[in-house]
């Protein structure tokens, strides 16, 4: 049974679905990925390089993030 109330009628909201959850979601990914590169900046040897390209993935993660979150604020502002 879903819940009912403002809280399911804010869920319902278009911006909501479509902007605000998957910004969110970039947004961690963003943050998981700047922990990854910073983890890797610090290590202690230096050839352990691994091959997940951290800095790429969290400044696009961050940008789509960015456009996603600038959507949803204004389809929260059109609401």
Partial sequence: MLPQGPLADWFDQ???QWF???GLTALGL???AWRGDRRRMRRSDPDAVGWM???DV???SAFAALLLLV???RGWLAS
Avoid: E, I
Wanted: hydrophobic share 70%.
């Fill in 14 to 16: 278009d911006w909501v």
């Fill in 58 to 60: 969290a400044f696009w």
């Fill in 30 to 32: 963003a943050l998981l």
């Fill in 20 to 22: 605000l959850l998957p």
């Fill in 53 to 55: 390209p951290w800095r």
């Fill in 71 to 73: 959507g949803a604020f």
